[in-house]
């Protein structure tokens, strides 16, 4: 992980786009480093467009925001209309190719465009709500921002009271973590953009 990594993540109001933010970045925290998350939401709570804001750091963070993010995930169409603006030549721009996106709603300055098919493995293989989580691996595999056991502790953490209701959905989440990170390392070897 570099120094200092900033990421944008977006998504519909609904699809745990301040959840998955809040692991990261309580992750992150729990390994000792520095963290900032900022949670920005529509006016509508379920059908808008949510982004969270993450900063992580082994050094001390100088400002809370950000202008271009290192990472930016996009997990709807409309956010990949959204979060184009916070892209740059050294931006790693990650969206789930399992709606059409318009190839000029992606941004123009991206140094890599990776298209993650989440959705869709969620859909085949494990269960429809966990494609966040699928995402989530893939951009710590991308990243390294966080370790993958840090994330299972938070993921942990932050969904025991379902997990406590329903053991299964513990290992679901975690085989979703690992999809995710499956997903990252096979798209860096095909070069897919």
Known sequence: M???LKIALAGEGGQGVQSVAEIIAEAAYNEKKQTIYI?????EQRGGVSIAFIQVSENRIGAPKFNKADVVIALSDRAVGRTAVYSDQNTLFVYDDG??????????EAKRIIAIPAI????????PRVFNIIIMGAVIGLTNVVSFESARDALVHKLSYKFEKDPALKELNFKAL?????????????GVC
Do not use: C, R, Y
């Open 178 to 190: 690992e999809i995710g990170k499956q997903l990252a390392q096979a798209s860096l070897k095909e």
């Open 120 to 127: 869709k493995t969620a859909n085949t293989e494990l269960h």
């Open 39 to 43: 949670p920005n939401f529509g006016l």
């Open 99 to 108: 709606f059409k996106v318009d190839a000029q709603d992606l941004p123009k």
């Open 2 to 4: 570099m120094s200092l």
